[in-house]
């Protein structure tokens, strides 16, 4: 499936919270997925989360993020900390082992989604995860 690399982030600490129903369908429908060890694909378009949200508009290739230039940001910033590229695929347990060993600050909110929304849920967790030392 095509992921936006910063969604990564989102699927991992994604706790019920989103823009609508269909989007929560969505998002809880992909975790199963690459839980199941269904494997994504980087891009730095739309992805499968993006058609559920409210916030993605336009018609064929056309279509985008209401707030494109942010979520851009957000991508280039998880590609340069997971050291990925577009088109790269991960598992899940890849990503998450890469989040883990290469992000994980609470600190690196800052870095990687600094005006996001939903960005207090995703730090306060991130502040739970223990300190390995590796970041």
């Known amino acids: ?3 936006r690399p910063h ?4 699927v991992r600490f994604y706790r019920g919270h989103g ?3 269909a989007f929560c369908a969505r998002m809880a429908e992909v975790i199963t997925l690459l839980n199941a060890g269904d494997t994504a694909t980087l891009t730095t378009g739309g992805d499968v989360l993006c ?3 409210p916030h993605f508009f336009g018609d064929g290739t056309q279509k985008r993020c209401r707030t494109e230039e942010k979520v851009r ?3 280039a ?3 340069r900390l997971l050291r990925k590229m577009p088109g790269d695929t991960l598992t899940l347990r890849e990503a998450l082992t890469l989040e883990d060993a290469l992000v ?3 600190e690196r909110f800052d870095e990687i989604c600094p005006d996001c929304e939903w960005r207090g849920i995703c730090a306060d967790l991130a502040a739970s995860l223990p300190d390995d030392g590796n970041t």
């Not at 969604?7 to 989102?10: A, T, V």
């Open 1 to 3: 499936m095509l992921l």
């Open 7 to 10: 969604h990564l982030f989102c």
């Open 19 to 21: 823009y609508s129903d």
């Open 51 to 53: 058609e559920a949200c």
């Open 73 to 75: 940001r957000f991508d």
């Open 77 to 79: 910033a998880a590609l």
């Open 104 to 106: 994980f600050t609470p």
